[in-house]
């Protein structure tokens, strides 16, 4: 099993990586089938199904099934050529691609949100159609958004989720035992093994480059977070609350009265200012999914500008082992809200992060191991029920308790010798029971919990 750092933390835009660049993937993907495809076509159709057609609208689905359909990517997102290209085709109810010309388009009748028929595969499922001249469908394919970003077909889901099929990597854990077991045989760390299998599939360069920018691409985030307010769209009138708090902690440095849990305010700024750029459709990085952006980045910001002896070094360890971890939840378990919950995004992201922190802080494969069980196993059962469908309410102060207990988590690993009661494949198992029991009521539908008892309106 083999889930390269580029995979689990994606440079993409907001709200959701499932809801949002997943859908524009899978357009972009359906391109490149029709491109292959030797049929002509006139015309476009799309159909979400699940927890894509009932959070659609909040998560901004829609728009972006049809900007992917026009050829817009998460990669190289142009919001303000999007607007003009979204206005255009309102206003001509066509798409126009070079390889194609002109084909028929009409948002309100071929955007189909179908609250009826949930496809088999996975809660976020979608269709998408290429008609012919007489408006009848010559090419489909159906894709699931499987969460941070990942995009299946349905022949590739049902072939297998470990298939890989690139070089050999020198490190091939499937779980935290076998992890564990070859850091103990080689006497490596765990950041170590990750970074030999990252330079046999890409090289020591192209790793070096990468994550120097995802860590740029979540620094940058936080400060524009923390420099803007206002109000987030959607509707709900969510005051962005970054700037003040960031504002007034500042504003507090050097006074002799400051209570020591304001450490907890600091860790939560950093988080929120995140998830506000996320809910403002900002550029954000998947760790591991949109919803859950604000965490690491979070984390990781507390050790650099909190931890003494802190150092900018450290930072590809944190983010190798934190993507170690998070492969093998995503691998055993989900990393899904639509899936299995809150507890797959905020709850995947409290492991990774905490055992990032642990791992710069010293820690031992053992400590590492803990300390990412630590956190996961206190987000077990979270549901994930955004208020109208928007990754808002609870999602961005969620993010910031999420890195609370992240640190904690390591910290209480630091504090012990890494043996402890439940290991983290168990753990991670019982995420994976938990979220196929948990009602869908619970699973990002917004039909049930918060989205339901809280005036939205």
């Given at each position: ?61 829609d ?26 085709i ?40 290429a ?22 077909t ?21 779980s ?14 765990i950041?170590?093994m990750?970074?030999?299998?990252e330079?046999?599939?890409g ?14 691409v ?16 959607g ?24 209570a020591p849990?304001t ?30 952006a ?6 990781l910001?507390y ?17 190798l ?5 998070g ?15 809150c ?5 995947s ?10 791992a710069?802080?010293g820690?031992?494969?053992?400590q ?16 994930c029920d ?26 209480l ?33 917004s ?11």
């Open positions: 099993m083999f889930l390269s750092v580029f995979d689990m933390f994606k440079v993409g835009i907001g709200p959701s990586s499932s809801h949002t660049m997943g859908p524009m993937v899978a357009a972009a993907r359906f391109l490149d089938l029709m491109r292959a495809s030797p049929f002509k076509f006139a015309g476009l159709r799309a159909s979400l199904h699940g927890s894509l057609a009932f959070t659609g609208v909040g998560h901004a689905t728009r972006a099934t049809i900007l992917g359909l026009a050829g817009f990517t998460p990669q190289d997102y142009d919001n303000d050529r999007a607007e003009e290209v979204l206005a255009e309102n206003r001509t109810q066509t798409i126009t691609l070079p390889e194609f010309g002109t084909l028929s388009f009409a948002p309100k009748s071929d955007m189909i949100f179908d609250y009826d028929i949930k496809l088999d595969g996975h809660a976020n499922g979608m269709m998408l159609m008609t012919d001249g007489q408006g009848d469908v010559s090419l489909r394919e159906t894709y699931y958004s499987i969460g941070g970003g990942f995009v299946m349905e022949a590739e889901l049902a072939a297998g989720k470990d298939t890989d099929e690139g070089a050999p990597i020198p490190f091939p854990f499937k935290a035992t076998e992890m564990l077991q070859m850091a103990t045989e080689s006497g490596k760390s950041a170590q990750k970074r030999a299998n330079e046999a599939r090289g020591a360069a192209q790793l070096r480059d990468g994550t120097k920018r995802l860590w740029q979540m620094n940058d985030c936080i400060n524009r977070g923390l420099e803007t307010d206002g109000i987030l769209p509707g709900l009138n969510v005051k962005r609350r970054a700037k003040a708090i960031h504002d007034a902690l500042v504003s507090e440095r050097g006074q002799n009265q400051r849990h450490i907890n305010d600091w860790m939560s700024v950093y988080a929120m200012a995140v998830n506000e750029e996320n809910a403002a459709g900002g550029q954000v990085v998947t760790a591991p999914t949109n919803g859950a604000g965490v690491m980045p979070a984390t910001r050790y650099l500008d909190h931890v003494p002896g802190a150092s900018e070094a450290h930072i590809e360890d944190f983010l082992t934190a993507a170690a971890i492969g093998l939840v995503k691998f055993n378990a989900s990393i899904s809200g639509a899936e299995a919950g507890q797959a995004e905020v709850g992201a409290a492991a990774m992060s905490a055992a990032g922190l642990c710069v802080m820690g031992t494969p053992q590492i191991e803990n300390a990412a069980e630590i956190a996961l196993e206190h987000h077990l059962g979270m549901t955004p208020v109208r469908g928007l990754v808002q309410v609870p999602c961005i102060e969620r993010n910031g308790l999420g890195a609370i207990k992240a640190v904690s988590a390591a910290s690993a630091l504090r012990g010798d890494g043996t402890h009661l439940v290991p983290l494949d168990a753990c991670i198992e019982t995420m994976r029971q938990t979220g196929a029991d948990m009602s869908e009521k619970y699973k990002e539908t039909l049930g919990g918060l989205a339901v008892n809280v005036p939205n309106c």
